[in-house]
């Protein structure tokens, strides 16, 4: 049996499948796995050390990072940042499907009091190439409100070093009060 409810609160879909909300494998579609390889080169040229193992072939390496046990999101460099990637972790906490997520403007993960914080995060990311240490509040397609802690946030660059969008990897959050 199939249970939905309907959510009037947020920029998601008003009604959304509560059962597990990816069914097919992102990961393995091309664009996904070659997005994947500029995420992972990306935070080991700004951090310093792989976010994951890096072992088999750039597919292996794109699953490994869509069913790891910590958050993995980005964006592209639109003015108004469009959320293009989120692993199996991040689909659950944002109780959202891969294709919803996907079509997303960044900002609205993030409720309106909390956006000109998460934006100066962003620019310091920009300049710096990544940020680390950053802690907000976030918010669920269903409305549930939890504070992201430790968060690394860095900029997704090409081989030539052109700046592609912004990623964060978080492994610490906590629902927060009244949620």
């Keep these: 049996m199939v249970l939905t409810r309907c959510l009037y609160r947020l920029p998601f ?16 579609e091309p664009r996904i796995v070659e997005w994947s390889q500029l995420l992972l080169d990306s935070y080991q040229r700004w951090i310093g050390h792989e976010l994951i193992e890096r ?8 699953q490994r ?14 003015p108004d940042p469009v959320l293009n990637y989120g692993n199996q972790v991040a689909l ?15 900002r609205l993960t993030a409720e309106a009091d909390n956006r000109a914080e ?4 962003l ?15 976030r918010i669920s397609s269903s409305g549930r409100r939890f504070v992201v802690e430790k968060a690394v946030i860095w ?14 990897t978080f492994s610490v959050w906590n629902y927060a009060g009244g949620s």
């Design 13 to 28: 879909t008003a009604c959304r499948d509560t059962t597990r909300l990816v069914k097919a494998a992102p990961w393995n």
């Design 55 to 62: 072992t088999g072939d750039a597919a292996a390496q794109a």
């Design 65 to 78: 990072l869509f069913e790891v046990s910590f958050v993995v999101v980005s964006h592209d460099v639109e």
């Design 92 to 106: 659950d906490l944002w109780e959202v499907s891969w294709e919803r997520f996907t079509t997303t403007p960044s």
């Design 118 to 121: 998460r934006e100066r995060m």
């Design 123 to 137: 620019a310091q990311a920009r300049v710096q190439g990544f940020y680390d240490g950053y802690s907000g509040v």
């Design 155 to 168: 900029t997704v660059v090409d081989v030539a070093e052109r700046p592609l969008g912004q990623a964060a």
